[in-house]
């Protein structure tokens, strides 16, 4: 079986306005800027994950996703993050490319879509039937590896302000992984900033926004000065992950 390719695009933040700002950049433009910069990896990807924060509080930001992506031949896996609104990016992003949540195969691997977003909050949760979803998607008979994917960091990165708004029920996210020994990594986006930390065996990243970065290992939110970046991750037929943050600086 082949090497599986992905482009992870995260926290676009995304508003109907085109020239529109979050925290003084414009969304819409330095997404653009990835897109052109990632080109060669974009075509060479098998599918592209959208891993939450798609838009910023503004349905409209959609049409844009669906502008810049929506004729890619390949799929465009979506989970809302927490200036997403799920029912309105399911309708917006319902169609192919795009998927929405479930689960997907590629190769020997099955990516695991998470909805961790809590209505009206910052900070994220997976409800049981999520946590469900996830151990039934994994269960025998599934591929011989998974990356799960949610849009805040399961465990802490080393901020204390982004921390205060990750995953508040990490452990039992941990406990269900600990019984699905199939699963290689967990990725996501949600603190603007490049990380990979380890559970166990299980590696854990954080990618950088499309947008504006958050300075890591700083006990506030501070702006970092680092430009717009995206993953790109190899999925091995033998479970091996490679991956390497592009940054557009
Ligand atoms: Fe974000």
Same mark, same amino acid.
């Given at each position: 079986? *082949?090497?599986?390719?992905?482009?992870?695009?995260?926290?676009?933040?995304? $508003?109907?306005?085109?020239?529109?700002?979050?925290?003084?950049?414009? +969304?819409?433009?330095?997404?653009?800027?990835?897109?052109?910069?990632? *080109?060669?990896?974009?075509?060479? %990807?098998?599918? $592209?994950?959208?891993?939450?924060?798609?838009?910023?509080?503004? @349905?409209?930001?959609? *049409?844009?996703?669906?502008?810049?992506?929506?004729?890619?031949?390949?799929?465009?896996?979506?989970?809302?993050?927490?200036?997403?609104?799920?029912?309105?990016?399911?309708?917006?992003?319902?169609?192919?490319?795009?998927?929405?949540?479930?689960?997907?195969?590629?190769?020997?691997?099955?990516?695991?879509?998470?909805?961790?977003? $809590?209505?009206?909050? *910052?900070?994220?949760?997976?409800?049981? +039937?999520?946590?469900?979803?996830?151990?039934? %998607?994994?269960?025998?008979?599934? @591929?011989?590896?998974?990356?799960?994917?949610?849009?805040?960091? @399961?465990?802490? $990165?080393?901020?204390?302000?982004?921390?205060?708004?990750?995953?508040?029920?990490?452990?039992?996210?941990?406990?269900?992984?600990?019984?699905?020994?199939?699963?290689?990594?967990?990725?996501?986006?949600?603190?603007?900033?490049?990380?990979?930390?380890?559970?166990?065996?299980?590696?854990?990243?954080?990618?950088?926004?499309?947008?504006?970065?958050?300075?890591?290992?700083?006990?506030? =939110?501070?702006?970092?000065?680092?430009?717009?970046?995206?993953?790109?991750?190899?999925?091995? @037929?033998?479970?091996?992950?490679?991956?390497?943050?592009?940054? =557009?600086?």
């Amino acid at each position: 079986m *082949a090497v599986i390719r992905l482009l992870q695009l995260t926290d676009t933040h995304l $508003v109907g306005d085109p020239l529109g700002e979050m925290r003084g950049v414009r +969304t819409l433009e330095t997404l653009r800027t990835v897109l052109r910069g990632a *080109a060669a990896d974009l075509e060479a %990807a098998d599918a $592209v994950l959208l891993t939450g924060d798609i838009v910023h509080d503004d @349905p409209d930001g959609y *049409a844009w996703v669906r502008h810049e992506l929506g004729s890619l031949a390949k799929p465009v896996l979506c989970i809302p993050g927490n200036h997403d609104d799920p029912q309105l990016l399911r309708e917006a992003l319902g169609e192919p490319p795009f998927r929405h949540l479930g689960h997907h195969d590629l190769g020997a691997w099955r990516i695991v879509m998470l909805d961790s977003t $809590v209505p009206g909050e *910052a900070a994220g949760e997976l409800p049981a +039937t999520e946590l469900a979803r996830l151990e039934a %998607a994994l269960g025998p008979g599934s @591929p011989s590896h998974a990356l799960v994917v949610l849009h805040h960091q @399961p465990i802490p $990165v080393g901020s204390a302000g982004l921390d205060s708004v990750g995953l508040r029920n990490s452990t039992a996210l941990q406990t269900i992984i600990a019984g699905l020994p199939t699963v290689r990594a967990l990725i996501g986006g949600h603190v603007h900033q490049e990380s990979e930390q380890r559970l166990g065996a299980v590696r854990v990243f954080t990618t950088p926004s499309t947008c504006m970065q958050f300075r890591p290992q700083v006990a506030g =939110f501070e702006i970092d000065d680092r430009g717009p970046g995206c993953r790109v991750i190899e999925l091995h @037929p033998d479970g091996g992950l490679q991956t390497r943050v592009r940054w =557009f600086d």
